[in-house]
């Protein structure tokens, strides 16, 4: 339940925002935006002021829980703290009844206009000149004109209406203050953001994850079964040898006595007409090989999984007695499940296509990063393994490798993997020993075949620059996440 028009004038009231000065904006995520005010006179007062846009759940007031801070800084908080902190509210009042919050905030000669709108489904944060022209908004609505350059004027549109047309009643609370009944009430019944709802979905994540690995493991312990299972390919090698001189050409069984096992009797071995028994024989000794190098693998990850469960309890147990509802808000944002290691980490995807890829590969943390060594390996990545939307990187007034990373559906490149793909493409061109450098980067989609050019030269359009230091701790990370080499 949101807060209606009659408790926003009470938290207001309280409040009594006048006279404070803003000191810090913080986004904790793209619905929670606070604000850090302070007052020195008529006596020192610090506030937090927390205004949320969750549907269900839209308000305005003081709070007491700690803020945190989203893993990288967002676009509204980040445009805040650098036009209105250190500005003073002059005036701080709700539009007649109808959940609009104005701020008015003077800055030097600047005054900026700071608008709350706390209407479920429709809730926005608006930050406007004295004029009514948008500077920037919490929430862009294009259709709306609430983008930066275009004009939002409330007042203009609901006139100067007075409160009381509509009535509805103020929440029953003990205490003294409104705001922190307000602030604990919301805590625990705020809709999607309360303890209740929050722990709810974490508790759902967790349990899906977990149950997922734990099917995973149960595959490779079946696989460690029938690796297990092995020694009988590397008697069937020896018994092969043994008995050469009784295989003659086009025998498609051998019979032959068991001394591994003489109480068995004889015993009876496939054999493929088409090859000699040498060759069969070593075909026998390489499934057993494999099947040995597969149980070391399979027998690795399975201690993997098994830590990576304890491990995922562990951080249930902590995420679940979380009780800022803010904080839990923010780890499910931002995904609960960043996992160190995972059974899909541990081996590469597809890895028969792996084998037949030129250049090197590189999974790192779900993204596939490729590598062309020379003009004839960026040729073949660019004809053949990248396409329209993978991003392509190259050492600007240097020769040197493309470096591509693969998209995935719905998903943006990280800064980290862009720099790990940076590294790569500076480290692999003649650029390396100056340790930094500017590189391009852009779309696969936006390069152009040079004319009569050697293989590989491409004409970039759209690209972007990108500096890069080599960073050896980084490189000595990326070698352990590199999947095979060229062949």
């Not at 004029?131 to 259709?143: A, S």
Request: net charge positive; glycine share 8%.
């Amino acid at each position: 339940m949101s807060l209606n028009w009659k408790e926003i004038n009470r938290i207001l009231e309280e409040l009594d925002l006048p006279g404070f000065q803003i000191q810090k904006a913080v986004q904790s995520t793209y619905e929670v935006l606070s604000l850090k005010l302070h007052r020195s006179f008529p006596q020192s007062s610090s506030k937090t002021l927390l205004i949320a846009l969750s549907p269900g759940a839209c308000r305005v007031h003081e709070t007491w829980q700690a803020i945190p801070k989203h893993a990288t800084p967002l676009r509204f908080a980040e445009l805040l703290n650098s036009r209105v902190v250190n500005g003073w509210i002059e005036e701080a009042v709700q539009l007649g009844d109808n959940r609009i919050i104005r701020l008015m905030i003077r800055l030097g000669l600047h005054r900026w206009r700071l608008y709350c709108r706390l209407w479920s489904n429709a809730a926005n944060v608006l930050l406007t000149d004295e004029e009514g022209l948008v500077v920037d908004v919490m929430r862009r609505l294009p259709k709306q004109g609430e983008i930066s350059g275009g004009r939002y004027t409330p007042e203009a549109v609901l006139g100067n209406l007075p409160p009381g047309t509509r009535e509805y009643p103020i929440r029953e609370f003990s205490g003294e203050s409104f705001n922190a009944f307000i602030d604990a009430w919301y805590t625990e019944h705020g809709g999607p953001l309360s303890l209740d709802a929050l722990r709810a979905r974490a508790w759902k994540t967790f349990d899906t994850h977990a149950r997922r690995l734990q099917a995973a493991l149960e595959r490779l312990r079946e696989k460690e079964g029938a690796f297990e299972d092995a020694q009988p390919f590397k008697e069937y090698g020896d018994l092969i040898l043994g008995h050469i001189h009784t295989i003659k050409p086009g025998d498609s069984w051998l019979e032959a006595e068991n001394f591994y096992d003489p109480a068995r009797g004889t015993i009876r071995i496939k054999l493929d007409p088409r090859k000699s028994p040498g060759a069969q024989a070593e075909q026998y000794y390489d499934q057993y090989r494999k099947a040995k190098k597969g149980l070391a693998r399979v027998q690795a990850e399975i201690a993997a999984g098994a830590q990576e469960l304890l491990r995922l309890e562990t951080a249930r147990n902590r995420v679940l007695a979380e009780t800022n509802p803010l904080v839990l808000h923010k780890l499910l944002k931002a995904g609960l499940i960043q996992r160190p290691f995972s059974l899909e980490d541990a081996k590469p995807r597809n890895r028969e296509q792996d084998k037949k890829r030129p250049g090197l590969a590189f999974w790192r943390k779900d993204w596939l990063i490729l590598v062309g060594r020379d003009g004839a390996e960026n040729d073949l990545l660019l004809r053949h393994y990248v396409k329209g939307k993978d991003l392509w990187l190259h050492v600007r007034d240097y020769p040197g490798s493309y470096v591509f990373i693969k998209q995935r559906s719905g998903k943006s490149v990280p800064l980290d993997i862009l720099l790990d793909a940076g590294n790569l493409a500076l480290f692999y061109s003649k650029g390396r020993n100056n340790r930094e450098g500017d590189l391009f980067y852009t779309p696969v989609t936006c390069l152009r075949r040079a004319k009569g050019g050697p293989p590989g030269l491409v004409i970039p359009t759209q690209e972007k620059n990108l500096h890069i230091k080599l960073d050896e701790k980084r490189l000595k990370e990326l070698e352990t996440c590199r999947v095979h080499s060229a062949v």
